[in-house]
């Protein structure tokens, strides 16, 4: 049973940094593609970043280029997420999710593509 456990979360001001973490049990971690996404209050769940399972390749979502970096650590089955120059519309719930093709040379970036979630890490950031 695959498990992804988010940490992390809080509450920050605008313009501060934040390092989500999202530990994984149940799988070969190091050759699956791991992404976030987030879910604001009344809105859908939305993509973030993803990274390929070697680590090689990343993608993110518009809204964050520049400012935020998925890595990964295949020794430790844990993914990052590094967050800089935090806004307000970034507040929401983040969650990790693992993807579904085993060593994929693509890296997804849709929620049909991953099959297995965390239960979400929750980033509020102040004005």
């Known amino acids: 049973q695959v498990q992804l456990v988010e940490s992390g979360g809080g509450l920050v001001q605008a313009g501060d940094s934040l390092r989500l973490s999202c530990a994984a049990s149940?799988?070969?971690?190091?050759?699956?593609?791991m992404g976030w996404f987030r879910q604001a209050p009344g809105k859908e769940r939305v993509f973030v970043a993803a990274?390929?399972?070697?680590?090689?390749?990343?993608y993110y979502g518009d809204s964050v280029k520049g400012r935020f970096t998925i890595s990964r650590d295949n020794a430790k089955s844990t993914v990052y997420l590094q967050m800089n120059s935090l806004k307000p519309e970034d507040t929401a719930v983040y969650y990790c999710a693992a993807g579904d093709l085993f060593r994929s040379a693509r890296v997804p970036t849709a929620s049909r593509d991953f099959g297995s979630w965390g239960q979400g890490t929750q980033v509020t950031v102040s004005s």
């Open positions: 149940g799988l070969t971690f190091s050759g699956y593609a």
């Open positions: 990274i390929n399972w070697s680590g090689g390749s990343t």
